[in-house]
């Protein structure tokens, strides 16, 4: 496992994934989308607004997913000191608050016309836009430092602590009396929505998953050119320094390092 965690191994993994990816995600979200706006049949109570829910529930179930995943990338860094943790962490974050802040804004399109506000204090929303105040609060902690090791940690503390809201999302309408209907996919003896309902839902959360996938491994194979290029950089400027003040022990040593790092 560990082995698939080396930068080297990631790049070229990821490399030959990504326009399989692309291609997939790309057919999902084709198809998922002809069935959500054409395919699928008017609910005889929402009518057309029902289509909403084909980009709201899947956005929503992104939005706890990516969360979760921050979260565990934040433990793994904090334990192992994987760099490649922290940098998935870091890339998951931004593509987690867009989820949720789709959902959020999906959600008020179709309260409006059903409930007639564009919001309200239901635990359920008010749990998902903890979530969005929690990852835009990842994101801010992990910049603010000046040493990016204190930022990892920092945001890692704040993404461990901030799981115990994903269950509060999950089970809210259980727990409390909410305007939001209980599980219809994920519960107990099958789902309860209809296969022409279904059908679309799943497709959609699959396009929308693999959406994350490649923004993730973009982001996280940008990170990682990027710091080669500074280290290239700085090792550059190590060999100019030490041949304009001729410290010939000190350029041999580094030239000899480069090589040996380089078997």
């Known amino acids: ?7 080297s191994v990631f790049l070229k993994l990821t490399g030959a994934m990504m326009p399989w990816m692309v291609a ?30 084909y980009i709201h529930v899947p956005a929503a179930w992104m939005g706890l997913f990516c969360y979760v995943g921050m979260a565990l990338c934040g433990a793994m860094s904090l334990i192992w000191k994987h760099p490649l ?25 179709w309260g409006e016309p059903m409930w007639g506000t564009w919001w309200v204090w239901d635990a359920r929303l008010t749990s998902m836009l903890i979530l969005l105040f929690l990852y835009l ?9 000046d ?23 999950k089970f809210s309408v259980d727990w409390w009396n909410t305007l939001h209907q209980p599980a219809s996919v994920a519960r107990m003896g099958g ?8 059908a679309p839902l799943l497709i959609m959360a699959f396009a ?4 994350y996938f490649i ?41 000899g390092h480069n090589a040996g790092a380089g078997k």
Not at 137 to 145: E, Q, S, W
Not at 191 to 198: A, G, H, R, V
């Open 1 to 7: 496992m560990h082995r698939f965690a080396k930068p």
């Open 24 to 53: 997939l995600t790309v057919i999902l979200t084709v198809v998922g989308l002809y069935l959500a706006l054409i395919g699928s049949p008017v609910d005889y109570q929402q009518g057309n607004t029902v289509r909403i829910m």
């Open 85 to 109: 943790a922290d940098i998935c962490a870091r890339a998951t974050a931004p593509v987690g608050a867009t989820f949720t802040a789709l959902t959020l804004i999906t959600g008020s399109l």
């Open 137 to 145: 609060g990842y994101i801010a902690l992990v910049n603010a430092f």
């Open 147 to 169: 040493d990016p090791e204190r930022g990892s940690k920092a945001g890692s503390a704040l993404a461990l602590v901030g799981v115990v809201n994903v269950p509060i999302v």
């Open 191 to 198: 789902p309860s929505i209809d296969p022409s309902m279904l």
């Open 208 to 211: 929308f998953t693999g959406y």
């Open 215 to 255: 923004v993730l491994v973009l982001r996280v194979r940008l990170e990682l050119n990027q710091r080669r290029i500074r280290a290239l950089q700085l090792s550059g400027l190590f060999d100019e320094r030490a041949a304009a003040n001729g410290d010939d022990d000190a350029l041999a040593y580094d030239q």
